[in-house]
């Protein structure tokens, strides 16, 4: 991700900081309330588009960089090993296949689940097994049986989530880090606002399966534009979109480097429009701690 422009009213310095899980951070020396508003981008590939069909489960570990590595654990308990192994021969895997495709066909099982919370009633001792296995749950669920998954088959992923919702994302080789959109948003979740924004429509079409359950999770709203994009696409366009609606939430995610791990302070925002000076000449992002004099 990289960081464009950036605003403070009042004209404050502020410091961008990212840690090991890619969480961006903001500090200062001003004590009191400041509005800040920034721009940022990140690569269209992370969102959609087709995936590579390179790279084996036994190339992960060397093709990964020490920064991926770090979601590849060392050992796997048997309780989470068992039932994970388990999915792989459900679905009719191999480690001959693809890492994509792996990614592929887990992502279509959880796609499937019904979109309603876990019933108290039925949960064992084990909710690893029971998300995995009980075709029901809603974002947070689905997202920790994915992340969970593919850790344990040896594959790179995190949870990242935020008050609105819950995903993962997926290291592919050949790809780098890809945004997995599971569906089952949270139940009662009211959008304000949301009439006069544009919903995001990436370049790209979303690679993965979307079984009825899948887009059923939608709001009406949400289904028009996609069957609108759907028939847009099926008429004449050589290009396709992304059936995620989403991508036009302004709530910045949060990564965890481990599973439970969060901050839950969803912060202010302003509803203005921004208007945004370029940032000072030399800015960079992505790495050491960054400095901004906004004016």
């Not at 544009?198 to 939608?218: C, G, I, L, Q, R």
Request: with cysteine; charged share 25%.
């Amino acid at each position: 991700m990289a960081i464009h422009r950036a605003q403070t009213d009042p004209s404050v310095q502020v410091r961008f900081y990212k840690d090991g899980a890619d969480n961006y951070f903001v500090g200062g020396d001003h004590a009191g309330v400041v509005q800040l508003d920034f721009l940022v981008s990140a690569p269209t590939s992370y969102f959609a588009g087709p995936l590579p069909t390179a790279g084996l489960l036994s190339e992960m570990s060397n093709e990964a960089s020490a920064e991926v590595r770090r979601y590849l654990p060392e050992s796997v308990p048997e309780s989470v090993r068992e039932p994970a192994w388990e999915m792989f021969e459900l679905l009719g895997l191999s480690e001959q296949m693809p890492i994509s495709e792996l990614v592929w066909n887990l992502a279509g099982h959880l796609r499937a689940f019904i979109a309603e919370p876990f019933p108290l009633e039925e949960w064992s001792n084990d909710v690893y097994r029971d998300v995995l296995f009980g075709g029901r749950g809603v974002c947070r669920h689905r997202a920790f049986a994915f992340v969970v998954t593919l850790q344990a088959w040896g594959i790179a992923a995190r949870y990242v989530y935020n008050e609105a919702h819950a995903f993962a994302e997926v290291y592919i080789p050949g790809s780098g880090w890809r945004r997995v959109d599971l569906g089952g948003g949270a139940q009662g979740l009211h959008v304000l606002n949301a009439a006069s924004r544009v919903m995001h429509a990436p370049a790209e079409s979303d690679p993965f399966p979307t079984p009825p359950e899948y887009v059923e999770n939608y709001s009406e709203r949400a289904r028009e534009e996609l069957s609108r994009r759907e028939i847009e696409r099926t008429d004449a366009s050589p290009t396709e979109h992304s059936d995620d609606p989403r991508e036009h939430s302004d709530e910045p995610p949060e990564r965890s480097d481990e599973l439970g791990e969060r901050s839950d302070d969803p912060g202010e925002r302003s509803d203005d429009p921004i208007n945004m000076p370029p940032l000072a000449s030399g800015l960079t992002c992505c790495g050491e701690p960054m400095t901004v004099q906004t004016s």
